[in-house]
C-alpha cells in the first residue's frame, strides 16, 4: 500500500490549504487515517486522525481550523486547513493504521505559511 500526499504549498498567514492522502488500495482496510507534521528542528506530532466511523480527533492547536475527513470511493483522506499561521509550517504526513496495527507513511508534503 501506497500513501501518496498532495496540496502543500507557500501561503500566507491566514490563507488556506487542502491536503490530499491517496491510497494506492482501498482505505477500508486502515482502522484509523490521519496527519502528522514535523517543523525543522522539532519532533513528529499528530495533527489529527479519523477512524473508519469517522470519528475524528485533533490536536488542541489546530481545533477549529483544520478538517479531517475520507472518501472511500476514491480512497482518499483530507485534511482542509483554514486560518493557517506561520506555526503551521512543517512536513505534513499522511498516515494509516491496519487492523493489526501496522502503520503506513506518505513521503510527506511542506506547508509554508509566511507572516
Known amino acids: 500500500v501506497q500513501l501518496v500526499e498532495s496540496g502543500g504549498g507557500l501561503v500566507q498567514a491566514g490563507g488556506s490549504l487542502r491536503l490530499s492522502c491517496a491510497a494506492s488500495?482501498?482505505?477500508?482496510?486502515?482502522?484509523?487515517m490521519g496527519w502528522y507534521r514535523q517543523a525543522p528542528g522539532k519532533q513528529r506530532d499528530v495533527v489529527a486522525s479519523?477512524?473508519?466511523?469517522?470519528?475524528?480527533n485533533y490536536a488542541d492547536s489546530v481545533k477549529g481550523r483544520f478538517t479531517i475527513s475520507r472518501d472511500n470511493a476514491k480512497n482518499t483522506v483530507y485534511l482542509e486547513m483554514n486560518s493557517l499561521k506561520p506555526e503551521d509550517t512543517a512536513v505534513y504526513y499522511c498516515?494509516?493504521?491496519?487492523?493489526?496495527?501496522?502503520?503506513?507513511w506518505g513521503q510527506g508534503t511542506q506547508v509554508t505559511v509566511s507572516s
Open positions: 498516515y494509516a493504521l491496519d487492523i493489526g496495527l501496522r502503520p503506513y
Open positions: 488500495g482501498s482505505i477500508f482496510r486502515f482502522n484509523t
Open positions: 479519523i477512524t473508519g466511523g469517522s470519528n475524528t
